[in-house]
């Protein structure tokens, strides 16, 4: 069974960092792609960033420059660096994970999520 548990959300001004962490159930980080998703009020849920097995990356365009994914697999945590934080990043980060050969930014490909985190940046 596929358990994720986020954390590290917040509130900050623009501008500001958060490290958000996903952590995974035993082999998880080993073998299932892994992604980034946020959701805002009213919006449908938006792929930010994802990591493939081999640890190949691809993120949004929204946030290309200034978030970065990246696994600790002895500590089976899955990371979002985001820096330069705006108001629009405001959302419910979730964490996804799928067995597939590539990791990919569409919510329809994940068949297992974490409860979320939110992240609030204020102008």
């Known amino acids: 069974q596929v358990q994720l548990v986020e954390s590290g959300g917040g509130s900050v001004q623009a501008g500001g960092s958060l490290t958000l962490s996903c952590v995974a159930s035993d082999g998880i980080l080993d073998n299932y792609c892994m992604a980034w998703f946020r959701q805002a009020p009213g919006k449908g849920r938006e792929g930010v960033a994802a990591l493939d097995v081999d640890d190949s990356t691809q993120y949004s365009d929204s946030v290309k420059g200034r978030f970065a994914i990246s696994k600790d697999n002895a500590k089976k945590t899955l990371i979002l660096q985001m820096n330069n934080l705006k108001p629009e990043d405001t959302a419910m980060y979730y964490c996804?994970?799928?067995?597939?050969?590539?990791?990919?930014?569409?919510?329809?490909?994940?068949?297992?999520w974490g409860q979320g985190t939110q992240v609030t940046v204020s102008s």
């Open positions: 996804a994970a799928d067995l597939t050969d590539r990791a990919s930014l569409e919510a329809a490909e994940y068949d297992n």
